[in-house]
């Protein structure tokens, strides 16, 4: 496997970090997950975007272009010939004595490297299980930052139950996902949280919003408490990795029918349909037959 740190590709025994590393120290840093469908980067820019937009926000300066990081990204893709899998890409504030505020004149440490995996067939047909949470994250959850412990957390408390995903409920209302944003269908509309700081603005997100409202789903990005989710039609969540996961029981309970429902499966068919890689390579036509009715 062929990494990336600082500048050069190098193999995973010639990787190395600092103990002195604001990543390692703090969590000074941000992250990007960027999928890749049949040797193809997917919204990669819009990712690499967002990846600038959360340095922004931590006050830290970027060493690359969004087209150096494109190359840097592509490169990993292409070196590690990965077909199916993502990249994994963080930047760090840099390497210095640990001391709270921002240390002088240090330098950024951007490292990245390939993942080879697999689409979550089993549960983007069959549907997973969520846990509620509570949300004791900080109030900047926009940040894609390196701070996950209380998505660590949640997510490990909804393992425990034998759940895949939990959900977080912040004074009452339902926020996101530990690691996916979160939406509900009532009546035939689609719900989901607005895109402020109480959630992170998923990429997958984005384009599920966009597939709505190109099939005719009416949207309404609003809040919605835990009992509201537990009374829609159907639930879903959505991530780079989980794509368009139906949720299909909260805290035990069934949502709708406790199937994967109809407007879901619409989507999930409008989510591979967009992606040129998985229409050419077949996958498309191995999620609709396998799949159960809708
Ligand atoms: N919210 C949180 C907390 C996440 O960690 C993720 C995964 N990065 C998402 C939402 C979904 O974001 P995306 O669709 O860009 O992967």
């Known amino acids: 496997m062929i990494y990336f740190k600082d500048g050069k590709f190098l193999e995973e025994d010639e990787v190395h970090v600092s103990v002195n590393d604001r990543g390692y120290a703090f969590g000074d840093g941000v992250y990007e997950v960027i999928k890749i469908y049949d040797g193809a980067l997917y919204t990669a820019q819009e990712h690499l975007e967002r990846l600038i937009e959360s340095a922004e926000k931590i006050r830290m300066a970027m060493p690359y272009t969004i087209e150096e990081l494109g190359e840097i990204i592509q490169k990993l893709q292409t070196e590690n010939e990965i077909t199916m899998g993502h990249i ?43 846990k509620s949470v509570e949300d004791v994250r900080w109030l900047r959850c926009d940040i894609k930052s390196l701070n ?97 996961t139906p949720a299909v029981t909260i805290d035990q309970q069934p949502i709708g029918q406790g199937v994967p429902g109809p407007l879901t499966r619409k989507l999930q068919v409008a989510f591979d349909a967009q992606i040129p890689m998985l229409v050419a390579s077949g996958n498309v036509e191995e999620r609709e037959s396998n799949g159960p009715a809708s």
């Open 88 to 130: 994994y890409l963080q930047v760090t504030r840099g390497v210095a004595p640990r001391v709270h505020q921002f240390p002088e004149s240090i330098q950024p440490v951007v490292v990245g490297y390939a993942v080879e995996n697999e689409r979550p067939m089993h549960y983007l047909q069959q549907g997973a299980a969520m």
């Open 148 to 244: 996950l412990l209380g998505n660590v957390m949640a997510k490990q408390e909804a393992f425990d139950h034998g759940c895949q995903e939990a959900l977080f409920v912040r004074n009452g209302l339902v926020r996101e996902g530990s690691s996916s944003n979160v939406f509900g269908i009532k009546d035939g509309v689609l719900y989901t949280h607005p895109a402020n700081n109480f959630i992170l603005n998923g990429i997958t997100r984005r384009v599920v919003l966009q597939l709505a409202k190109n099939l005719n789903i009416p949207v309404e990005e609003k809040e919605f408490t835990l009992p509201q989710a537990l009374e829609m039609d159907e639930f879903f969540y959505t991530s780079t990795n989980a794509e368009i």
